[in-house]
């Protein structure tokens, strides 16, 4: 497990964290809204159907029922059973045999699972429906996120802390970097659950709204994930003492960033204003203080 950062780096357009600073308040969102087509959303479907789970499911008793190897399953399981007892009566001449008596036993142990498959999906979906994030970063000198997430440049971060909340803490995940993307229920697990090679799959829906692309990695992102009921607004307060310093984007227009200075002092008068501007020879930025007499001139 990561530790927490003491620090946390929200990017935003100037209009949004110029609104951001009018509200004293971070935008939730829901996952929909992140604009990354790997996350999970509350109109996600199934990724299988019941033809496909039957299919497998015959195509697994086929294997392990001719397999060399005994079946490592939960011998009392009832698929189990039956894996057993047809191994040792020996009673098939083919594996179209066999294929032909499981079409006859399989439909209606499938359409039992698949109807739990179903459930669970209603269930995640309700939930992520339900779920507002924030994203914020550690990476405060990736290019990337400034480009993306702070208007080609022209945006700005405001840096946080939120470490004496510990409300706000206990929500704060950081995101996963795996291979390949989340994976709602695998038809292999829920087969596996079906024949008695596993007893339980354990499911974390929270897990779903961490994953982000491993090539993102070097952002170093954490999120904010908390359910919000349906009549509350979409925002987060937050208030003076968690304000650490105002970031303006390397191409923010100057009246702007005045602009943005002024709103920003209104509510944290005594935090830094920083304008980032681009290293002499390298493809990096460096952060000059800023005062308002500079902005004047």
């Excluded at 008695?196 to 090539?215: A, D, F, R, S, T």
């Excluded at 923010?252 to 681009?278: E, G, N, R, S, W």
Aim: charged residues 25%; contains cysteine.
């Amino acid at each position: 497990m990561n530790p927490q950062p003491t620090a946390l780096n929200f990017f935003g357009s100037f209009a949004q964290i110029n609104q951001i600073l009018k509200l004293s308040a971070l935008p939730l969102y829901e996952s929909h809204q992140l604009k990354d087509p790997f996350i999970p959303t509350k109109t996600m479907t199934i990724e299988f159907n019941r033809t496909e789970m039957l299919e497998s499911t015959i195509r697994r008793m086929v294997g392990l029922i001719l397999s060399k190897s005994s079946p490592k399953g939960n011998p009392n399981h009832p698929m189990q059973k039956v894996i057993r007892r047809w191994r040792s009566e020996e009673r098939f001449e083919s594996e179209k045999d066999i294929r032909t008596a499981l079409e006859s036993l399989l439909p209606t142990v499938v359409e039992q699972n698949y109807h739990q498959a179903e459930t669970y999906y209603e269930d995640l979906r309700q939930y992520i429906e339900n779920q507002r994030i924030v994203r914020f970063f550690d990476n405060l000198n990736d290019i990337q996120l400034w480009n993306s997430e702070a208007q080609h440049y022209t945006g700005a971060v405001i840096r946080f802390d939120f470490s004496d909340d510990e409300s706000f803490m206990s929500q704060l995940h950081p995101a996963n970097y795996p291979t390949t993307p989340a994976k709602v229920l695998a038809l292999n697990s829920c087969i596996q659950l079906m024949l008695g090679e596993l007893n339980e799959i354990e499911l974390k829906p929270i897990e779903l709204l961490l994953v982000q692309n491993k090539l993102f990695k070097s952002q170093k992102e954490w999120r904010y994930v908390s359910p919000l009921d349906s009549d509350a607004k979409p925002w987060h307060p937050f208030n003076e003492q968690n304000i650490r310093a105002l970031y303006a984007g390397p191409l923010m227009p100057k009246d702007k960033l005045a602009q943005l200075q002024q709103q920003f002092h209104q509510i944290a008068p005594d935090a830094p204003v920083y304008q980032t501007v681009t290293a002499e020879h390298s493809f990096e930025f460096k952060f000059e203080a800023i005062s308002t007499e500079e902005l004047q001139q």
